[in-house]
């Protein structure tokens, strides 16, 4: 049972243009969300957050979505750089309800071709 | 320093060996992980420990025996593991308990069981 989907395997985006990667949930109780880039051999780097009081939150490039209703969220990377080409995990926990372990989704792989 | 340490890099061990993989971190964290991630997958949670106390087993099976000998310092003994035992180890560190966005992963252990 994936709680946490991201369907799209891959995404190709050329330089400077937007990338849009996509998550879904199913569980009603999660309340946190969280955005986590993987270059190979590296482990997962934390990139941005929301809480699900929130529907948008911002950190330079990164920008992440929240529609609750939709049980959906997404990472928009403007512009896109080559140094963007990862493995982009989303999580979700439900930290309302005491701690919760994160569940990742499957991962995007992004490739930002110059 | 915002490193986490893994080692071994790599591990091939037997299903009779005894081994063990550990994990570093020198930020002062007090809460550290253990994942597993297997080809394709996103990582799931093994173990979290809290101020050097186990606070959550995911219900992992006994040949898993992790260890926490100080605040700094993460191991995971093996012993008598199984061929699909093989996976991506990640250790990874944050502040406090819970998915605040402030783990910080470790580049993983890449096992082999044989």
């Known amino acids: 049972d994936q709680q946490v989907k991201q369907n799209s395997p891959s995404l190709s985006v050329q330089e400077g243009r937007i990338s849009i990667l996509n998550c879904d949930y199913t569980?009603?109780?999660?309340?946190?969300f969280l955005w986590y880039k993987k270059y190979p051999a590296e482990g997962p780097t934390f990139l941005i957050s929301?809480?699900?009081?929130?529907d948008k939150n911002e950190d330079g490039r990164f920008t992440v979505f929240l529609n609750k209703s939709a049980k959906h969220l997404s990472l928009h990377i403007v512009p896109s750089q080559p140094g963007d080409s990862a493995v982009y995990f989303c999580?979700?926990?439900?930290?309302?309800?005491?701690?919760?372990?994160?569940?990742f989704g499957t991962g995007t792989r992004l490739l930002v071709s110059p | 320093d915002t490193e986490v340490t893994q080692t071994p890099k790599h591990l091939v061990m037997g299903m009779t060996n005894k081994k063990s993989l550990k994990c570093e971190q020198h930020?002062?964290?007090?809460?550290m992980y253990w994942y597993k991630q297997k080809a394709k997958k996103p990582p799931e949670l093994m173990f979290v420990?809290?101020?050097?106390?186990?606070?959550i087993n995911e219900s992992v099976p006994s040949r898993f025996s992790p260890e926490c000998p100080n605040s700094s310092l993460l191991n995971l003994h093996l012993h008598a593991l199984q061929p699909e035992d093989s996976a991506l180890y990640l250790c990874?560190?944050?502040?406090?308990?819970?998915?605040?966005?402030?783990?910080?992963f470790g580049p993983g252990t890449r096992l082999t069981v044989t």
């Open positions: 990874a560190s944050s502040a406090k308990q819970g998915p605040t966005g402030g783990e910080y």
């Open positions: 569980n009603s109780m999660f309340d946190y």
């Open positions: 929301i809480s699900s009081i929130k």
């Open positions: 999580a979700a926990s439900a930290r309302g309800t005491g701690f919760q372990k994160l569940v």
């Open positions: 930020m002062g964290h007090r809460a």
């Open positions: 420990y809290s101020y050097e106390k186990l606070s």
